[in-house]
């Protein structure tokens, strides 16, 4: 089994994050003129349900397992990384199980007294079979990822993206005449039809590479000393209430991350319902916020994401050396890409965000939902970093604890403004972004408390500028541009003079070196190459 580096991981996640993230924008596109907002809304509102039962059944379960298999790996114990998985599988598979019955028997209530739409009824029974399947999956994917091997995780992403994307157009065209609630019903039986392939595809996976690891433990055992002491097992008792441990806390995390997602929901719509709009009307403006204007937010994330999972499994084997060196190095080197990254899509969405929208969505509206939350989509980028960093150093109830503060925040200041009508849509967006800065600060502060960690606020004032200069650049291309009648033209030209502007910026500024570009795969080979000659 093939190991990369903490970079090169990163970017195999990076790469698939990226893709995933552009071939979700078809549907993101695409199912909207299917099913309208009002359906997109109707499939967003049984999601969040959806989403706590997932968290309860799999939670903290893929981070612990990539953690344990990361530890046992460096001692040495390959034995000890397989009786992980089976534990972990027999835990996840059973709690999926249970879930998906008492998913199926409670539908009915749920969709009518608890969820603000009866309309959900057939999108949340389309969604129970997919807890099996999404518990499989991310067993497999923290064991690769505790090997340090990001390919089948990558690979498997991106397949059930494919699958997904096609089977969720398709079956929503299908359902759709027979009304707007089977048609997101429709686009919620491609997506479980997506995760059931992308399942598939990491369990082929590891079934080859367990193929290929046995073809050569004959040789291995040969070469192995004749008073070598078979590997003693850890009794699975033992494994399963350490996995738990280490889970029990992250999960507490992220359900109240799921939790503050269903909340937001239900009082979002019953807000906006106070505030004297219509249902039909809040549930499009929800499916609006939540389907269109935040995935688009969310895009630039994909770097976040990769870097958050490469650095658990990095940061627990420094850890368990006490190199605090290694700690330090990968936690400013994660920051810094999640800032370089991020800071020029953040500028884009601000600066031409209705112009945007209009090309994606035909809807204007979005547009200034987004305009809104762009300007603090750092916070939101940075985040995921600090979050995982706190988890591989073995402090997820820190990190729980800030993640409830923040989504009590969010709550007090969705009922407040939502539900005024000055404010409406606007004050869930408000809250929204007023809980994303306080959880990164509150992350922040506890990763610098924990490992006398000093953030470089140069960077980050180096990055401010460099996005205003670009900002500027962006918005004087656009307004002077002869091509006014070419919307999709005037908007490509503009914003890749602003990203070229961006490139010459940071390397100007030093936010990115010729040898950070060494330490890349294939553009540090070119260069070292260049650089031979």
């Not at 190095?329 to 890409?337: E, F, T």
């Not at 005037?490 to 060494?518: H, K, N, P, S, W």
Request: hydrophobic share 50%; net charge positive; glycine share 8%.
């Amino acid at each position: 089994m093939t190991k990369q580096s903490f970079i090169k991981g990163t970017l195999i996640l990076l790469a698939a994050g990226i893709l995933n993230r552009l071939l979700g924008f078809i549907p993101r596109i695409a199912l909207p003129r299917i099913i309208g907002p009002e359906g997109v809304g109707i499939y967003q509102l049984g999601y969040p349900f959806f989403i706590v039962l997932v968290t309860i059944i799999t939670g903290g379960i893929p981070l612990a397992i990539a953690k344990m298999v990361a530890e046992a790996e460096g001692a040495g114990k390959p034995d000890a990384s397989k009786q992980i998985l089976r534990v972990s599988l027999t835990l996840t598979v059973t709690t999926g199980a249970l879930f998906m019955g008492l998913s199926l028997a409670l539908a009915p209530w749920v969709t009518t007294v608890l969820l603000p739409d009866e309309r959900v009824f057939q999108t949340f029974v389309s969604m129970t079979p997919m807890m099996i399947i999404i518990a499989v999956s991310a067993v497999y994917r923290g064991y690769f990822q505790g090997k340090q091997n990001m390919i089948p995780s990558a690979s498997s992403s991106v397949i059930e993206t494919i699958v997904r994307i096609i089977c969720m157009l398709w079956f929503a065209h299908l359902l759709m005449p027979k009304g707007i609630a089977y048609g997101a019903a429709g686009a919620m039986l491609g997506t479980a039809v997506g995760e059931l392939i992308g399942m598939i595809a990491i369990l082929l996976q590891y079934f080859g590479d367990d193929r290929k690891r046995s073809k050569l433990s004959p040789q291995q055992h040969a070469v192995q000393p004749a008073d070598a002491k078979p590997e003693a097992s850890e009794p699975g008792r033992h494994i399963l209430r350490r996995m738990l441990g280490i889970a029990l806390p992250v999960t507490g995390g992220r359900m109240i991350g799921s939790f503050s997602y269903l909340l937001e929901t239900i009082l979002t719509n019953r807000s906006l319902a106070l505030a004297g709009i219509a249902t039909g009307i809040a549930t499009a403006q929800y499916g609006a916020l939540q389907g269109m204007a935040i995935p688009l937010l969310l895009l630039p994330g994909a770097m976040a994401m990769s870097l958050a999972t490469s650095l658990v499994p990095s940061l627990s084997e420094a850890a368990a050396r006490d190199d605090r060196a290694t700690i330090h190095k990968r936690m400013n080197q994660a920051l810094r890409l999640a800032l370089v990254t991020g800071a020029p899509f953040a500028t884009i969405m601000y600066v031409l965000a209705e112009p945007l929208c209009l090309l994606l969505y035909n809807n204007k509206e979005v547009g200034t939902m987004l305009k809104l939350m762009a300007p603090f989509a750092l916070f939101i980028y940075v985040q995921a970093p600090l979050q995982a960093a706190l988890q591989a150093l073995d402090r997820p109830g820190r990190a729980l604890i800030n993640t409830l503060t923040g989504a009590v925040i969010k709550m007090g200041l969705i009922v407040y403004l939502a539900s005024n009508p000055a404010f409406g849509i606007r004050g869930a967006i408000i809250a929204i972004i007023v809980n994303s800065i306080a959880v990164t600060i509150l992350h922040g502060i506890s990763v610098s408390r924990l490992i006398g960690f000093r953030f470089r606020f140069l960077d980050y004032i180096k990055t401010a500028a460099v996005m205003l200069i670009m900002g500027s650049g962006v918005l004087y291309a656009y307004r002077h541009l002869p091509f006014a009648n070419m919307n999709w033209l005037q908007f490509l030209l503009a914003t890749a003079c602003g990203i070229l502007m961006y490139l010459l910026l940071i390397f100007i500024t030093r936010l990115v070196t010729l040898r950070d570009l060494e330490r890349m795969p294939l553009i540090g080979t070119w260069l070292n190459d260049r650089k031979s000659r």
